[in-house]
């Protein structure tokens, strides 16, 4: 089921944007006191709801405790649970919020671990466990009966009537996409668990009641098993365990619960507490929703095991949420999705896509027989960043890096510095280095044309900086003729995304690009890590010179000696916050009222924790209002005025599941749409936060 999502409620209410909050609890128990476990169970509940959470979780059995052995069978014991249950159904009736308890429950003569969903006062199902474990610690059968060993449909319970069986899914109404599926402990280690029919049903969170006493390596594989699920199933799943209570006659207990996303860890509790503890976690249903629909071979398991998931029965109801009233977002928004925080994991990205990156020049050089490239270099991040692909390409060859003809262009506005960076960039790299001043052929070409510029008047407009932009590819593609060669494109990602970019010139087009679905951010990155390793030899500082030089295209003379006329930045936005936007619009396909709300979530606080330790990152913070005018431009640019220049892109290798915008790879869209529909969102993106 895929969820089209409009905002409704407040915009500072993360149930406004897609998202729902989930919960998972575990209470310190007493083996066979219900009545002691119900209302710690009832205690965590109440702490969630008052977070926000619309679904909390509890262990398996967690009303009688899992260890109670055989005396499961006696019905004191299993009254008081009934007894217990009913505690908690009336005490959930004020709760904007749906609980699932674990208890033994005896129907049609016979007994099951059950899991019961509460909301509302009401018992909205009974759902019995599948796979009973019979096998080194455990002995469930020797008290239990499998869940499909019944016929019965309903159960009485607590003075109430409810759907009985394990194939039921519940739907929250009024939190749109919220759809869960309940299992039970070893239901989710067998191969094929029952949630994954559910999730072909609908289910797009699952949940799992679970005791799981600890012994050496099984926290490891938890996660393992519950990534994996959720990861195959582009699900939520929220996992608990028994913890602080539990007899320890023969086992040990570490009350570890996690929830991951799409298989990806978003909270997971400490172990070994003595007290109660509860997790609460953000699920995007919205995101899970559009990988289901992206990734259409999850459409097709559906079909394969349509019986299967026809066989499950939907509960829906409503928790009485309100929406209306500002919910902060609780999980982590990287401020740079495409570049990874933590050093360890960046150096991998980066490894990685350098290799990817050399590794397909290596074989376009390879099957079309050439063994020559030519490259314009600027002395400015893109350039550089492909000139390192490009040696590093010839050295896989066993070519001699002279095979890379260097060009450096000086026009009407390049400065010193980028000039002396290119011809030292050259120099390190051992490049054939050339340097063809493109001033003469430029004035020709403007007093060809009729331009003021040619008659002596300072007239720079799009004219002016396009002849010197075109006559600088016309070189590197005639340079490739006369050498045998072909020419690399630099432009990236970011570029192609807002278009900057000149139509049939250097940084659009080329025989093959290497950077085109790399984004500024990671370049940037990119070319630092090659500096920090030391790949390029005594190269290093001339790459930390780069860096440190302000983006601009140079193509306008500037007024001050060495100061560019041109900050690239000022027209289209900082690159960090439009790389934000570019990931979540192009991966995810979310609306800018959504967009604006993550970026807050990353942006606003210049103090959060969670910066790359280098001290050369700006800490920089960006308020609502910069938020909202950055995507603005960012949705004119995308969607408005710049698909006709990414139709018609050359090849390029793609490097990460962040996206392409090839029309042969990720990103396929009109030339001439329109933008109405993603400008009529963003006016739903207040101006600023509400008072305090």
Known sequence: MALTYTMKGNFFNLYAHGFARVAVGVPRCRVADPAFNAAQTLDLARQAAAQGAALVAFPELGISAYTCDDLFHQGALLEACERALGDIVAGSAALPAALIVGLPLRVNHSLFNCAVVVARGRILGVVPKTYLPNYGEFYEARQFTSGDCTVATQVELAGQRAPFGPAQLFEVADVPGLRFHVEICEDVWVPIPPSSFAALAGASVLVNLSASNIVVGKSGYRHQLVSQQSARCLAAYLYTSAGRGE???????????????????????????????????????????????????????????????????????????????????????????????????????????????????????????????????????????????????????????????????????????????????????????????????????????????????????????????????????????????????????????????????????????????????????????VAETGKVGDGSQVLLDILGTEISPELVPGKTDGAPAQRTEQFIGPYELQDFNLYYILRYGFAPSKVAFLALAAWHDRERGDWPEEAHVPRNQYELAAIKRNLGIFVHRFFKTSQFKRSCVPNAPKVGSGGSLSPRGDWRAPSDSEEVVWKADLANIPDAPPHG
């Open 247 to 529: 007899s320890s006659t023969d086992l040990a207990w570490d009350g570890q619960s996690i929830i991951y996303e799409n298989g990806e860890l978003l909270a997971e509790s400490g172990r070994f507490l003595d007290d109660s503890h509860l997790i609460l976690a953000d699920v995007d249903l919205e995101r899970l929703s559009h990988e289901r629909m992206r990734q259409t071979t999850f459409g097709q398991s559906v079909l394969r095991h349509k019986a299967e998931a026809e066989r499950f029965q939907t509960v829906a109801f409503e928790i009485g949420l309100a929406a209306d009233q500002p919910l902060a977002l609780r999980r982590r928004v990287e401020r740079f999705p495409y570049v990874p925080a933590d050093r360890r994991r960046r150096d991998e990205r980066c490894d990685e896509v350098y290799n990817i990156q050399v590794q397909a020049l290596v074989q376009r050089l390879s099957a079309i027989g050439m063994d020559k490239v030519v490259i314009g270099v600027s002395g400015g991040l893109d350039s550089t960043h492909a000139l390192l692909v490009c040696a590093k390409a010839m050295d896989r060859l066993n070519l001699p890096r002279a095979n890379i003809i260097g060009v450096t262009m000086p026009g009407f506005a390049t400065s010193e510095r980028t000039l002396q960076q290119a011809r030292a960039l050259m120099r390190v790299v051992g490049c054939t280095a050339m340097e063809i001043d493109i001033r003469p052929s430029c004035a020709q070409m403007l007093q060809d044309i009729g331009h003021p510029y040619a008659s002596g008047q300072e007239v720079y407009d799009i004219t002016f900086e396009n002849v010197q932009a075109g006559e600088r590819t016309s070189h590197l593609f005639r340079l490739a003729n006369f050498h045998n060669a072909i020419v690399i494109g630099t432009g990236d990602l970011s570029e192609l995304a807002l278009g900057w970019c000149t139509y049939g010139v250097g940084d659009h087009m080329s025989h093959y690009n290497v950077n085109a679905s790399v984004p500024k951010t990671l370049i940037t990155h990119l070319v630092r890590w």
